[in-house]
């Protein structure tokens, strides 16, 4: 159990929708990482916050969204859902950011899994 | 051509065999990971490491700064080691991923 915590587990929902996927990050971690792994594209990095601020972008598209609040939990937002957007959504947490050249364990919640039909 | 190369793709082996899988990156990375990602699709991380060699249990992952190339070595394998090893080159904070090899371990 790496203490990171993501919900739903499944999910299935219809094309055009808006879904909302959660993740809360170990105790004391104050980044918390986006990952969607589909079939064809692999594992890609979404996004990641660090203590409630954007702090690195990767291939999310403009459809999906976001946030981490004051208690650290962050919120995945898909909307307009596509069939391609059937994916494993991971969350990561680590302690601090790496942007000042230092590198910080990632700790990976178990997933949701997301099927538009 | 992907930033993180990953070979084997598929690798089978014999229980007790010693088993080698390699990463190759072309970014520049303050870190590499090495993840383990069993059917159910759990991942867990094994190593994270920057230069030189970590071993935990029957696993040791090394890594070249010099000629980006690592490696993850699992010796004496198992059958519960069969999952898909993943490498990730940590670039600022964005991890770039390998597309994984898919190992088997039969007994």
């Known amino acids: 159990d790496s203490g990171v915590t993501q919900t739903p587990k499944h999910l299935i929902t219809a094309t055009g929708q808006r879904v909302t996927l959660r993740c809360s990050p170990r105790s004391g971690d104050l980044s918390v990482y986006w990952y969607q792994q589909s079939l064809d594209q692999g594992l890609q990095f979404l996004i990641q916050y660090y203590n409630g601020e954007e702090r690195a972008k990767g291939n999310i598209l403009e459809r999906f969204s976001a946030q981490q609040f004051p208690d650290l939990h962050s919120e995945l937002n898909l909307s307009s859902l596509e069939l391609g957007d059937s994916a494993l959504y991971f969350c990561?947490?680590?302690?601090?950011?790496?942007?000042?050249?230092?590198?910080?364990?990632?700790?990976f919640g178990p997933g949701t899994r997301l099927t538009v039909t | 051509k992907n930033e993180v190369e990953q070979s084997p793709q598929n690798l089978t082996a014999q229980e007790g065999e010693f088993i080698t899988i390699n990463c190759s990156y072309s970014v520049g990375i303050s870190a590499l990971h090495w993840l383990q990602q069993h059917p159910g699709g759990g991942i867990v991380s094994l190593f994270m490491?920057?230069?030189g060699k970590k071993k935990h249990g029957r696993l040791i992952a090394t890594i070249n700064i010099q000629e980006k190339h690592s490696s993850l070595h699992i010796t004496a394998s198992h059958p519960r080691d069969s999952a898909v090893y993943i490498c990730?080159?940590?670039?600022?904070?964005?991890?770039?991923f390998g597309t994984g090899t898919r190992l088997q371990v039969f007994p």
């Open positions: 490491l920057s230069s």
């Open positions: 990730a080159a940590v670039n600022t904070d964005k991890l770039i």
């Open positions: 990561a947490s680590s302690v601090g950011t790496g942007t000042s050249g230092t590198s910080y364990e990632q700790y």
